[in-house]
């Protein structure tokens, strides 16, 4: 599985960027895709999943603020991100996880920086 992220870039506070993940090779075999995100001098936390069943998770302070969406027919999900804080600062790594062994895949990430 191939992950290619789009999308990242700077944005004031209070703005809005979508990102995009754009997936190829084993497809038919993912589980579940999502959003990471590793700020400077920071571990990478889990954002927000989707399941193929569509079921989503989203970390405590992303809710209400971003979405993930997923378009089948594109092998694409999307992550709107909304009211963005200085703190959502990241690089953001799109994840797959595939097939009956939950092998993990990565993007190589996008960088967002929210900065007035």
């Known amino acids: 599985v191939q992950l290619v992220e789009s999308g990242g870039g700077l944005v004031q506070p209070g703005g809005s960027l979508r990102l995009s993940c754009a997936a190829s090779g084993r497809i038919f075999s993912i589980n579940s895709m999502g959003w990471y995100r590793q700020a400077p001098g920071k571990q990478r936390e889990l954002v927000t999943t989707?399941?193929?069943?569509?079921?989503?998770i989203y970390t405590g302070s992303v809710k209400g603020r971003f979405t993930i969406s997923r378009d089948a027919a594109k092998n694409t999900v999307y992550l709107q991100m909304n009211s963005l804080k200085p703190e959502d600062t990241a690089v953001y790594y799109c994840n797959a996880v595939e097939g009956v062994t939950a092998t993990r895949y990565w993007g190589k990430g996008t960088l967002v920086t929210v900065s007035s």
């Open positions: 989707i399941t193929q069943g569509g079921s989503t």
